[in-house]
């Protein structure tokens, strides 16, 4: 007789969670966005590409260090500013998602070898842009919408930076191996 123990039942119950996810939301919350503090605070959440990326910043924050913060802070900045003023990416929403699987495999390969740390950088910045990039184009350039934006990112950005210094090396490699399949996923959705 197998005995089941809660550790031999994470994973299961977590695909089961992102299938179940994936199922119910819509892969982002790109489209009009309102002009109120509340809607700013809103969209970050509302888009499981925009929640996970949050969490995957987070997450390699926590293990390499604050300074994975102002890569992606950067990002995120230069990706609003040229939404802001009208600048396109094309098939922006496909590289939305696959920017969450991206993190993931790289954080991966950075938990596993040292030599893909270098990569990490880059890649978390580049995901950012595009998602500051979206953010930009659906905002309604009112302050209190950015505020709310911002302050809403920063708790999800916080919450996981808490969780991942928490989280053992194996258990971090799982939540990068989630985001890398949670990411496809994503992508794969509107097919």
Do not use: K, Y
């Not at 959440?45 to 994975?68: E, I, K």
């Not at 922006?92 to 991966?108: D, H, N, Y």
């Not at 500051?132 to 302050?143: A, D, F, K, V, Y």
């Amino acid at each position: 007789m197998t005995r089941f123990t809660p550790r031999s039942l994470a994973l299961p119950a977590l695909a089961g969670l992102a299938m179940s996810l994936l199922s119910a939301l819509p892969a982002g919350a790109h489209g009009g966005a309102g002009a109120t503090a509340m809607a700013g605070a809103l969209h970050p959440l509302l888009g499981l590409d925009h929640l996970l990326l949050l969490v995957g910043v987070g997450l390699t924050a926590a293990r390499f260090g604050p300074q994975q913060l102002l890569l992606a802070l950067g990002g995120g900045l230069l990706g609003s500013l040229l939404g802001s003023f009208g600048g396109q990416l094309p098939a922006a929403e496909t590289l939305a998602a696959l920017a969450v699987s991206g993190l993931g495999v790289v954080l991966l390969l950075s938990l596993r070898r040292a030599t893909a740390q270098p990569l990490l950088g880059p890649v978390l910045a580049a995901g950012m842009a595009i998602h500051g990039l979206l953010h930009g184009q659906e905002s309604s350039g009112t302050p209190g919408w950015w505020v709310g934006a911002l302050l809403s990112s920063s708790l999800v950005v916080g919450a996981s930076l808490i969780a991942g210094r928490q989280l053992n090396p194996r258990l971090l490699q799982a939540a990068a191996a989630a985001l890398v399949l949670l990411g496809a996923g994503l992508c794969l959705a509107p097919l």
